[in-house]
C-alpha cells in the first residue's frame, strides 16, 4: 500500500472549492513510461460507513475533473457531479490520472503514424492496467472486474479512452469518450475498433455542434461527421444504442471543459446505471 492524504490538507477550501472525499498520493513511478506524477482518487460518500465495494471509473487528465485551482484549462467538477448522483444511489470511486504537460498529445496518442507521430499511448495504457489498477485495487474497495471498470476521456484523453476499451477488452467493460481527436488517425482508430473481439460493455459517445470554429466550417463539420461514423462502426460491433450505446450530439457544446462537464452527469448515470 501507498500513503493517500487527504487532498485539502494544507490547502485552503476556498480557493480549492473540492467536494465529498478526494485524496492524493505523490509521485507514482511508471516503470512503462520512465515517469513519475501524483495520482489522485475520489471516494463516494457511503465509503466510510459500509463494507461494499464500488465501480472505478479512471480519468484522464485528471488536474482537469475536479479542482479549477490545479486545471490548465476548466474543470469538469466530477466530484460535485458524483455527490449529487449518490443521492440518486449512484455511486463510485474516480480515480484522476493527471497528464503529464508536455508528454500529453504523446503518452495519449497510441499510434506511431498520423498527425502525430512516435506516440506513446500504448505504454500509457500499459501503465494504467499494469501499474494503477493494480495499485487501486489493493488500497481500496473496488470491483475490479472488466464490468464495472471504465475509462473515461475527452480530446486525446477521448481519444486513448476508445483505444483502451477496445484494445483492452479484458480490463475495460465502460468506456465514456467525449469530443474523441480521432483526427490523429482516422484509419487507425478505425482498424482498433473493426479488429477487436466484441465484448458486452457500456459505451457513451459524443460530439458538440461547436467544436471548431466556425460552427459553418468544412472543418467542423467533417469532425462532427466523423464521430458519427465511429458510433455507426461501434453499432456494427454489436453495442446496441439507447441500450449498451449512448451517442450524444449537444448542439451547442464547444471542444472545452464546461461542455464536457456539464455532458457528464448523464454519461455516468449511463455507465453505472
Given at each position: 500500500m501507498v500513503n493517500w492524504y487527504p487532498y485539502l490538507e494544507g490547502k485552503d477550501p476556498h480557493t480549492h472549492g473540492v467536494e465529498?472525499?478526494?485524496?492524493?498520493?505523490?509521485?507514482?513511478?511508471?516503470?512503462?513510461?520512465?515517469?513519475?506524477r501524483d495520482l489522485y482518487i475520489y471516494l463516494p460518500p457511503s465509503y466510510h460507513y459500509s463494507s461494499i465495494a464500488y465501480p472505478v471509473l479512471y480519468f484522464q487528465d485528471g488536474q482537469n475533473a475536479f479542482d479549477h485551482a490545479i486545471s490548465y484549462a476548466g474543470e469538469w467538477h466530477a466530484d460535485r457531479t458524483m455527490q449529487a448522483l449518490a443521492a440518486e444511489g449512484r455511486e463510485a470511486i474516480?480515480?484522476?490520472?493527471?497528464?503529464?504537460?508536455?508528454?500529453?498529445?504523446?503518452?495519449y496518442n497510441p499510434f506511431q503514424s498520423g498527425a502525430f507521430e512516435g506516440g506513446r499511448g500504448e505504454d500509457y495504457l500499459h501503465f494504467l492496467v499494469d501499474t494503477v489498477k493494480p495499485l487501486i485495487d489493493t488500497d481500496f474497495r473496488t470491483l475490479p472486474d472488466r464490468l464495472h471498470t471504465g475509462i473515461v476521456g475527452s480530446s486525446m484523453g477521448g481519444l486513448i479512452s476508445l483505444y483502451g476499451f477496445f484494445r483492452r477488452p479484458d480490463i475495460f467493460g465502460l468506456l465514456c469518450a467525449m469530443s474523441p481527436s480521432l483526427w490523429?488517425?482516422?484509419?487507425?482508430?478505425?482498424?482498433?475498433?473493426q479488429n477487436a473481439p466484441y465484448s458486452w460493455g457500456r459505451i457513451y459517445l459524443d460530439i458538440g455542434g461547436h467544436e471548431?470554429?466556425?460552427?459553418s466550417s468544412k472543418r467542423n463539420h467533417a469532425y462532427v461527421d466523423s464521430v458519427r461514423q465511429f458510433?455507426?462502426?461501434?453499432a456494427q460491433k454489436g453495442f446496441v444504442?439507447?441500450?449498451?450505446?449512448?451517442?450524444?450530439?449537444?448542439?451547442?457544446?464547444?471542444h472545452?471543459?464546461?461542455?464536457w462537464g456539464h455532458r457528464l452527469p448523464d454519461a455516468i448515470r449511463f455507465l453505472i446505471g
Open positions: 465529498g472525499d478526494v485524496r492524493i498520493t505523490h509521485q507514482v513511478y511508471s516503470p512503462q513510461l520512465e515517469n513519475t474516480l480515480v484522476f490520472v493527471p497528464n503529464m504537460g508536455e508528454q500529453r498529445i504523446r503518452e490523429v488517425n482516422y484509419n487507425a482508430v478505425g482498424e482498433t475498433i471548431l470554429t466556425p460552427r458510433r455507426d462502426m461501434i444504442e439507447g441500450q449498451t450505446l449512448r451517442f450524444i450530439e449537444d448542439e451547442t457544446g464547444g472545452n471543459e464546461m461542455a
